[in-house]
């Protein structure tokens, strides 16, 4: 973890993109209830405008009360594309033409080079489907380019060079679809693995999932803490 302090500010301003996928969470909530949102902009030196988070979970209220300290996990700007992590108050929420959260500039925060970490460990159920129809697989690892997927052959029978169209639902957002194709077979395993080398297509969908991912890694790494 490196430490970036709020005087150099305008550093701070350059890792920030308009847009950019935003992890919420108040800091006093035992539970780390997460919400998302996107950065729609800053006035320099005093505040961030970021859009009102969405949920039906009754704890969304008290993101919008003035005071309260929030945890926002962002993905930079920077060439590697690191994520950092801050403290900031709530100062008000403004109403219209849209309803947006106005939060206050973080004094220090959390940086991290994901560059050093491509690969992250996961055991979710989701869909993929084949030429032959669709099939239930388990995701054992993700990263930007390629995922491992585990499937008994009772759902499928993985072979090389097949392509599988991955059917990502994940959180309230992240809807999808991630093609790849198979480029290793492991059937020495029970149930038998297959190396997934992704296409050029969906590339958001593909960094934000790998992102959110890692945000919802802080429960066993505390390097984002602040």
Do not use: W
């Not at 809807?175 to 395993?189: A, E, F, L, M, P």
């Not at 038998?192 to 297509?201: H, L, V, W």
Request: net charge negative; glycine share 4%.
């Amino acid at each position: 973890m490196q430490a970036v302090k709020k005087d150099s500010a305008d550093s701070f301003y350059r890792l920030l993109s308009v847009g950019a996928r935003l992890n919420i969470e108040l800091s006093d909530d035992p539970k780390k209830t997460q919400v998302t949102s996107r950065i729609v902009g800053y006035r320099k030196d005093q505040f961030l405008l970021i859009d009102c988070p969405n949920g039906q979970d009754p704890i969304i209220e008290r993101f919008f009360i003035p005071n309260n300290e929030l945890i926002i996990r962002a993905i930079t700007d920077s060439e590697f594309r690191d994520v950092i992590a801050f403290r900031s108050l709530v100062m008000g929420v403004i109403q219209k033409p849209i309803r947006l959260l106005i939060v206050s500039l973080p004094e220090s925060i959390a940086h991290r080079q994901i560059r050093q970490e491509p690969r992250i460990d996961t055991n979710l159920t989701l869909r993929a489907d084949a030429d032959e129809g669709p099939f239930k697989a388990q995701l054992i690892d993700y990263s930007v380019s390629g995922c491992c997927l585990s499937a008994s052959g009772d759902e499928h029978l993985f072979f090389e060079d097949e392509t599988l169209k991955i059917q990502i639902e994940y959180g309230s957002d992240l809807r999808g679809v991630i093609t790849g194709k198979v480029v290793t077979v492991n059937n020495d395993k029970e149930p038998p693995t297959a190396g997934i080398r992704f296409d050029e297509s969906s590339s958001t969908l593909r960094k934000e999932f790998f992102y959110q991912l890692l945000f919802d890694m802080r429960a066993n790494d505390r390097s984002l803490d602040v």
